[in-house]
T-cell receptor
Framework: NAGVTQTPKFRVLKTGQSMTLLCAQDMNHEYMYWYRQDPGMGLRLIHYSVGEGTTAKGEVPDGYNVSRLKKQNFLLGLESAAPSQTSVYFC???????????FGPGTRLTVT | AQSVTQPDIHITVSEGASLELRCNYSYGATPYLFWYVQSPGQGLQLLLKYFSGDTLVQGIKGFEAEFKRSQSSFNLRKPSVHWSDAAEYFCAVVAGGFKTIFGAGTRLFVKA
């Protein structure tokens, strides 16, 4: 079991560029999440999904879009990157809402 | 709105000393409560969780936490800290809906 994997691990973007972060899990989890982690702010939920084909907004969704076309994958897109989106992004998954979340290793994104 | 407060940004303890990390939450009912640990450059790993029942819960790596309803607290403890415990610790709650709310984190330093 690979658990939760994220690609890429690092990325540098220029303002206005777009990119997609890929999250994959092999645990057959229904729930998947995208968080961003910034110093002193803990983790903040960007978007989440409660099953294949579903997505919903979290705490800080502006500037991001997501898709869950397959149960095992959850994609996070930045259509026009801004310096404020410089952060470490974590994907997580869980079997149900009140169960442990399993986290990927993170993607460090810098927008210049 | 639900919130999680970790009052200590960082704590330094000597190896072998006891540890207590504080966590307070704001929610009308009893939420699901979690403690996660994050080592540098890694994702988060679950230490323990509380849903109901016995208010003292045991976790991995010798950690325990006590839920106190009257104080809206869920403090993490360890009787004897090891150098490998140096990391950042996050308290989290799931309180209604599908969103996990994380505290800002407490960074633990262990001195020899």
């Amino acid at each position: 079991n690979a658990g939760v994997t994220q690609t890429p691990k690092f990325r540098v973007l220029k303002t206005g560029q777009s990119m997609t972060l890929l999250c994959a899990q092999d645990m057959n989890h229904e729930y998947m999440y995208w968080y961003r982690q910034d110093p002193g702010m803990g983790l903040r939920l960007i978007h989440y999904s409660v099953g294949e084909g579903t997505t919903a907004k979290g705490e800080v969704p502006d500037g991001y879009n997501v898709s869950r076309l397959k149960k095992q994958n959850f994609l996070l897109g930045l259509e026009s990157a801004a310096p404020s989106q410089t952060s470490v992004y974590f994907c997580a998954s869980s079997y149900s809402r009140a169960e442990e979340e399993y986290f990927g290793p993170g993607t460090r994104l810098t927008v210049t | 709105a639900q919130s999680v407060t970790q009052p200590d940004i960082h704590i330094t303890v000597s190896e072998g000393a006891s540890l207590e990390l504080r966590c307070n939450y704001s929610y009308g009912a009893t939420p699901y409560l979690f403690w996660y640990v994050q080592s540098p450059g890694q994702g988060l790993q679950l230490l323990l969780k509380y849903f109901s029942g016995d208010t003292l819960v045991q976790g991995i790596k010798g950690f325990e936490a006590e839920f106190k309803r009257s104080q809206s607290s869920f403090n993490l403890r360890k009787p004897s800290v090891h150098w490998s415990d140096a990391a950042e610790y996050f308290c989290a709650v799931v309180a209604g809906g599908f969103k996990t709310i994380f505290g800002a984190g407490t960074r633990l330093f262990v001195k020899a």
